[in-house]
């Protein structure tokens, strides 16, 4: 008789996958790296926003330590990062993709933790969530600094998940999405039994299967079929 695995850990990147923020990483990152002395228009701040791009979903405090190098000035261009981000949430810039709230809502009744992750700091991740009102929406929201400071393409958070919430004894049983190549790593490296990779935010679909999507949805409100389909 075939076993199915009950998936039922279910962990969720935020922008990208569960709400969309109309290229404000892209913006914050320009307002911090003027902060910083990098204007745009010039051949650096191109590459920058070139490595930005390459990199979503990292921790963001990593990526301004791969630019600008020394930590103080990575530092100083994080604390940039999320005073311009957070400012233009304020601005009702943050909504929910459409589905993810009914997706998340689903997966809950069906008996599933979920949990959301981002590579934002943690008072950015709180000004999303009070933003679309989601603080009640899941048992436990992370960001790096939760899971000792290694955010994606790392393990950690999925795994910080998997400790903190005791909702699977392995981690086959647990599912991770997201819309970068970045939260396939992290899901396959973490052991993840479903690493799906969506199509709504900044990563192809042959960028998310090169990085070990099992599956690729056209958004994350298809997960929960998904995984009710993998347990019948």
């Known amino acids: 008789m ?8 279910v962990v969720l990147d935020m922008a990208g996958t569960t709400v969309a923020d109309g290229g404000l990483v892209e913006e914050a990152f320009s307002a911090a790296a003027a902060r ?3 204007e745009p228009g010039t051949a650096e701040h191109a590459a920058h926003l070139d490595h930005v791009r390459a990199t979503m979903g990292e921790s963001k405090i990593s990526v301004f330590r791969h630019l600008f190098g020394d930590a103080e000035r990575a530092r100083l261009a994080n604390t940039a990062f999320e005073e311009a981000y957070a400012a233009r949430v304020g601005e009702g810039r943050v909504t929910a993709l459409p589905g993810a709230r009914a997706a998340v809502e689903e997966l809950r009744a069906a ?3 979920v949990v959301l992750t981002t590579g934002f700091a943690r008072v950015t991740q709180d000004a999303i969530l009070d933003a679309l009102g989601w ?4 048992e436990l929201t992370l960001c790096p600094a939760d899971a000792g400071g290694r955010g994606r393409p790392h393990p950690d958070m999925v795994l910080a998940a998997f400790l903190r919430t005791g909702a ?6 647990v599912a991770v999405a997201g819309d970068t190549s970045y939260d396939m790593l992290s899901g396959v490296r973490a052991g993840a039994g479903v690493v799906a990779g969506v199509l709504t935010g900044a990563h192809d679909r ?4 090169g990085h070990g999507a099992t599956h ?8 929960p079929g998904l995984l009710a389909g993998a347990e019948a």
Do not use: C, I, K, W
């Open 36 to 38: 910083l002395g990098v």
């Open 168 to 173: 699977v004894d392995d981690v086959r049983q």
């Open 2 to 9: 075939t076993t199915h695995t009950p998936y039922r850990l």
């Open 206 to 209: 042959e960028q998310l299967a």
């Open 135 to 138: 603080r009640e929406l899941v």
């Open 216 to 223: 690729v949805l056209g958004s994350v409100a298809e997960l």
């Open 111 to 113: 008996g599933r933790t």
